[in-house]
């Protein structure tokens, strides 16, 4: 269970919660106590990658849902996309981009506000030690969206009814919420309806007002605790995403390889997503089920990079919807010309994204491409596709070859949180050596600090089963010969 | 009113075998066509799950039980205590906190838990146990249902098992 250390204390945090599926924590002391490196380990399903062998490929874009049952628009979409490419129909119909688009932003949307006001927002809200005035760990007791429903069930409203508008969005263009329908190759199954249209449309100014009260929110709480947040969890990085390739613009569905260093240097110039194989490569370290991806031109020991909110707003040269554009530049200040590199301003970006994606579904809603009849398209054939998407959490990479027979014969999948791989084992030791040096036990309050490092990311380590009675938390702490000191399990219901 | 509103949520991954039961459940239970019930299917729980929640008198949360010792069993199910921990997912306690703290609801909740034996990831179909669970849990719902929709108040016996 838990990684020896060489003469030294292992400890070990079993599995990650708030964190999708399986996840465990190894922190690394010397005889002296002191933390030499820690490690996040992922137990990463590479299953579907050879299930979908020898499957038609048209089956693939709902097939591939079953990888995850947090995100499974995201990969829905860029299986479609990738299957857009077999078919040769990638130039979509107006009315097919936009229902697609228009799915997305609703993913985007429905994630972000539930990793806001589900997941961090008890560490905003309540603190280390539930008085809100010790940072951003908040008390085991308080450590939930009960609790903020509880305290702020205004916070809390809000937080459930952006979700539901964001599964409504889903709901009204992929068909249904379990193995959704509605991207096909070279296009859609459905058009939107004006009936759905106007009860889309019903709520958008409301769910608009609460997405900007978020940003602030973020903002705020960032900028009056930024002298214990910017080190938190924090190292320089580069950073990926797609962008818009005819402007660099923010484009979460579609777009161009960049990437840039720690200083806002672009070091990823505008790549056609088809060469991702040429630019990107995937480390295989024997400790991790997860690879390590990185920049082939830099290697692995500088190549590595970030992707999600934090990134992309790092690569985007701007964002073309009002409101946050101006959140953007506001964002951009708080580092001038370099890249924002503290971890937790994650969140900061991830409510600006929020923001931007109801600017776009009511951007959408208003088009009456939306209801087009035009909904599918096809040309000459090919028998290799990739596809990147902007998933809420990163970057997410699609990469097929099909027969003739139309049967799929290669899959490779880097999905975000992959990609996140190596930041998110940096985080966590940046945590450890800052926090854990000289202690002999785990104490809750620093359990939550690695937590709350991860948690930045939004990882999504999903694809265990949830069924009853599954998913404890374990905490097990060895000595310096690997013997077993203490193991604590905590529960639902049942606090360690 | 018509009676006691009733909503039915199955939720679990169809393809990881047995954790699929409930999302079959409501398949089966929506063909049924049974009036005044509102059936609802998804990959887990989460928080906007409260909402539709506090919009009925009885909700019965669906999933498959890897440790049940009987095909299935119904009981029910109270509000979350503070301090458990949370994933993107919510428990079916937390589903009825959260429609009390933000929707003043307080619908009363019940826990359908059917047995499963295979949770394999890509893994398609029902296990022989699983559908007998099932169709155990389809052959007692209905009439749970018939018997509660006329109760105005939803104090219940203590659910069933089989």
Partial sequence: MATKASKGKTYTILPVTRVEGHGKVTIHMNDAGVVEYARLHIVEFRGFERFILGRPFWEVPVMVQRLCGICPVSHHLAAAKAMDRIVGGEQLTPTAEKIRRLMHYGQMFQSHALHFFHLSSPDFLFGADGTAESGFAAPPAKRNIIAVAREFPKLAVQGVMMRKYGQEVILATAGKKIHGTGAVPGGVNKNLSVAERDALLKDVDQMTAWARSAVTIARDYTMEHLAELAPFGSFDSNHLSLVRESDGALDLYDGVLRAVDKDRNMILVD?????????????????????????????????????????????????????????????????????????????????????????????????????????????????????????????????????????????????????????????????????????????????????????????????????????????????????????????????? | MDGNRILVIGYGNPARADDGLGPALVERLEALGIPGLTVESDYQLSIEHAAMAAEHDIVVFADADGSASEPFYLKPVGEEPPGSFTSHSVAPGGILRIARSCFDASPAGYLLGIRGEVFEPFTEGLSPAAREGLEAALEYLPRFIAEHRGQADAADPGGATC
């Avoid at chain 1, 699609?398 to 490779?412: I, K, L, P, Q, S």
């Avoid at chain 1, 709350?452 to 939004?458: E, F, L, N």
């Fill in chain 1, 271 to 496: 790549v056609n997503c088809q060469r991702y194989l040429d630019v990107l490569m995937e480390e295989v370290r024997p400790w991790s089920y997860m690879k390590f991806p990185f920049l082939k031109e830099l290697g692995p020991d500088h190549g590595w990079y970030r992707v999600g909110p934090l990134a992309r707003l790092n690569t985007a040269t701007f964002i073309d919807t009002d409101e946050a554009y101006t959140a953007h530049k506001e964002f951009r200040e708080l580092q001038k010309d370099r890249s924002n590199n503290i971890t937790m301003c994650y969140h900061w970006a991830r409510m600006i994204e929020l923001l931007h994606s109801i600017e776009k579904i009511r951007e959408l809603l208003l088009d009456t491409d939306l209801q087009g009849k035009e909904l599918l398209t096809s040309g000459p054939r090919r028998e290799e596709a990739v596809a990147i998407i902007e998933a809420p959490r990163g970057t997410l990479f699609h990469h097929y070859r099909v027969n003739r027979n139309d049967e799929v014969t290669m899959c490779n999948l880097i999905v975000s949180t992959t990609n996140n791989n190596e930041p998110m084992n940096r985080a966590v030791t940046k945590v450890a050596k800052d926090h854990f040096s000289g202690r002999r036990e785990i104490p809750e309050k620093l359990l939550n600090y690695i937590e709350v490092a991860i948690r930045a990311y939004d990882p999504c380590l999903s694809c265990a089963t949830h069924a009853l009675g599954g998913m404890p938390l374990v905490v097990e702490l060895y000595d310096a010969g690997g013997g077993l000191v203490a193991r604590r399990v905590r529960g639902a219901g049942q606090p360690v």
